[in-house]
């Protein structure tokens, strides 16, 4: 009787609808908003300033080979520069003038260089793929540049030796001389296309590929995943404990604290079983996982929606709804130590110790293992399932030293 009427009460139907409706809201939310990255990243505009005329043939190649739709050829500098600060584009590549000659220039008394504009007062999704887009491309040029720079050090020291043969040659016979300059001739190409094609072989003595092992799908809500879903159960648990709480102390006076508190705990394993259904079931439609991962991210989160609630619960038994005045700082916390953007090893001292006691540590990275590959998942969750437990064990020392008190409020 008493329990049916716990499990209505308004403060166990308010954990319900507050756990469903921000793991709703932020698996709805921050899939869709996140899955533009980096499917639209190439829409980004980017500017291509040529200041020396000799370059123009460099300009079209630079222009076929960034990644990006939007390319501005008819910008001058300045205006570039302008437009880089509007945020209008978002990288210029600026080839000086006299660059074309610096190239050509095998003495080396001058430097050629490419020069990249990146407006760092930007996100830093657009920073970094700018920076990776200009690395890559400067990569490709200095390597072309050198080659060609090889190639043409090379020819003009076969061309040299070539001519000296040619005078001694025509001083030793002159009357052969048109013989002698037309097999020169022949020569000179025959060694120009030997040396072409000798480095045109040299271009393709090196390469590399990247092995992806536990690729993950693109798209940054793919990437983001676990720390998204991590999240969603996370802040839901911390409100909703709040709520549970008030349930409890207001059926203590009536039926005893230890009795509330075992319907505080049944309430907390139904909610943990039937809420990650619902939002597991929206993060599936909106990733595309299978069924078999959608019953495994379905057990995960239940596991971190038990330790969650418990342990968001010891400082709402011991203050109440003030209880959130140290959930909320430990709940940002877990934002840094769950390790869903900063790998644990590169986490600051305070963050790797607190990482240990995170649930959403341990729920992160299980979630990776499940989504896209990994190791030792069953180890996670027992440790994640072991903090929920050991909070359980506070609460009995709590409720023991609480002492029952005559009704305040009314269970609804």
């Excluded at 887009?133 to 080659?147: D, E, R, Y």
């Excluded at 209880?323 to 700082?329: A, F, R, V």
Aim: aromatic share 10%.
């Amino acid at each position: 009787m008493y329990f049916k009427k716990f499990l209505q009460s308004k403060g166990v139907v308010g954990s319900l609808i507050i756990i469903l409706f921000y793991g709703l809201l932020m698996v709805g939310v921050y899939f869709s908003g996140y899955k533009a990255i980096p499917s639209k990243i190439n829409q980004l505009p980017v500017a291509i300033v040529n200041q020396d005329n000799a370059s123009r043939p460099l300009a079209n190649q630079l222009k076929n080979k960034l990644p990006f739709k939007h390319i501005k050829t008819n910008l001058t500098f300045t205006e570039a520069k302008n437009q880089l600060q509007d945020r209008k584009v978002y990288l210029i590549i600026n080839v000086p003038k006299n660059f074309n000659d610096d190239i050509k220039d095998i003495t080396h008394s001058s430097t050629a260089t490419l020069k990249f504009y990146i407006n760092y007062s930007n996100p830093t999704t657009v920073t970094t793929t700018m920076e990776s887009a200009s690395k890559a491309l400067g990569s490709q040029i200095q390597k072309s540049v050198l080659l060609k720079q090889g190639q043409s050090i090379l020819t003009i020291a076969e061309l040299n030796q070539l001519q000296k043969q040619v005078t001694t040659a025509i001083a030793a016979n002159p009357k052969q001389r048109d013989i002698i300059l037309k097999q020169a001739t022949t020569t000179k190409n025959d060694a120009t296309q030997q040396i072409k094609k000798t480095y045109q072989n040299i271009a393709k003595t090196y390469d590399y590929h990247i092995i992806k092992v536990n690729q993950v799908p693109s798209g940054m809500h793919h990437s983001m995943a676990p720390f998204f879903l991590t999240l969603s159960f996370y802040i839901g648990s911390m409100i909703a404990a709040m709520l549970i709480v008030t349930s409890y102390k207001s059926f203590s006076p009536l039926i005893g604290r230890w009795r509330a508190y075992l319907y505080t705990e049944i309430t907390i394993g139904v909610l943990s079983v039937f809420a990650p259904l619902v939002i597991i079931g929206l993060s599936k439609y909106m990733l595309n996982f299978n069924t078999n991962i959608y019953w495994q991210l379905w057990l995960t989160h239940s596991i971190e929606l038990f330790s969650a609630l418990n342990i968001n619960l010891i400082f709402s038994l011991i203050l109440g709804q003030l209880g959130i005045m140290i959930n909320m700082p430990f709940m940002l916390v877990q934002v840094i130590s769950g390790a869903g953007m900063i790998p644990q090893c590169l986490l600051p001292k305070f963050f790797k110790i607190m990482s240990y006691i995170s649930p959403s540590f341990y729920t992160i990275q299980s979630d990776f293992n499940i989504l896209y590959g990994g190791n030792h998942t069953q180890i996670l969750l027992l440790k994640l399932l072991t903090i929920g437990l050991v909070a359980v064990a506070l609460h009995l020392i709590i409720v023991a030293c609480q002492k029952n008190k005559s009704a305040i409020i009314k269970p609804a």
